[in-house]
């Protein structure tokens, strides 16, 4: 192997080390929670009355979805996580404390409100009869959340969080624009972390981008990029990316392209692309919470910015791998992936 196979073992080792490592520092996640429903069944004829598909229903699953994606795999790689988030006093929240409890992860931090519903997100899969390898979504339907807290219920969810900044490594900000993320949390967390040199990491929606202002690493979606370039009229994506560091003051921007893989950018104007090397992807609900999860958790090991890059990318991997309601990250599969990834580039380079 030549220098630079020889660097990128070696790179794979020290990410793959970091699953071993119980970090010292906890970490503080901030943001909104759903529940996830997934419908699976076969669908052989239409509807009588449509021209619809008739799915016959044989399963329903359903787990914590957005930021619970997150604290459920930093729990399971063993980081101490304190999560700031709300949900409704109804029974899809009181079916999203229940499964995180019984996970052994700490809700006191998620408020309860009376006057609120739950996001549920449910996804109808399909497929022909005797072939279930080959589902395909027929439908989302989205019911209740979707409304901001009041002052007070913000305020709380705000100072809980910054008090739980002292001693923290790094600050997760997962934004679904379902109430919880405002632009006054997201910007007084973010002060406060960088006045405390804590890494910053977010997943800001496009509609509100100025949540993001200041964070160390933003993460976006290849064609979220594209979207602002045509919205802000600029003429490139490197122009854009250009405007988009510029603007909202980053020192990084992670760019998540499923199939494509992934690119990190840095301020300085360093680059690095990681392909995909999934063989046959079979979904990608839950990605950007994947990488949020590897970033913090590599970060908070004390990993550079590029490994820690390279760690969410195989996150993301273990993501595209996985059966549908399996979305958040498991540190034993992405450990068994990692050592795959590795002996297979070691037996294609000898």
Known sequence: MDEIEIEHLNRLARIRSLLDITPDTHITLVGDVMLDRFVTGETDTLATTAPAPALRVIRTNQSPGASAHIVQSLNGFG???????????????????????????????????????????????ASRGGLLDRKQMLLQTDEGGKIPLNDDDSSTILQSAISDLQGAGALIIS???????????????????????????????????RKANNADIALFEMRGIELIMKRQLLTSLEETRKHLFHTYGWKAMLVIGGVHGTQLYLDNGDYEHHQCRVINPIQQLGLHDAAATALAHALVCGASLTDAACLAHAACEVILGAETSREFVSKDVLANWLDEVKWQFQISNR
């Open 175 to 209: 934004d679904y624009d379902n109430g919880v993320v405002s632009d006054e949390v997201a910007s007084s967390l973010i002060e406060a972390a960088n006045s405390s040199n804590i890494h910053t990491i977010i997943d800001p929606k496009l509609s509100s981008l």
């Open 79 to 125: 980081t101490n996580t304190r999560f700031h988030s709300a949900v409704g006093n109804d029974e899809p929240g009181k079916c999203i404390l229940n499964i995180l409890d019984q996970s052994g992860i700490n809700t006191d931090r998620i408020l309860e409100i009376i006057d609120h519903t739950t996001l549920v997100k449910t996804r109808y899969f």
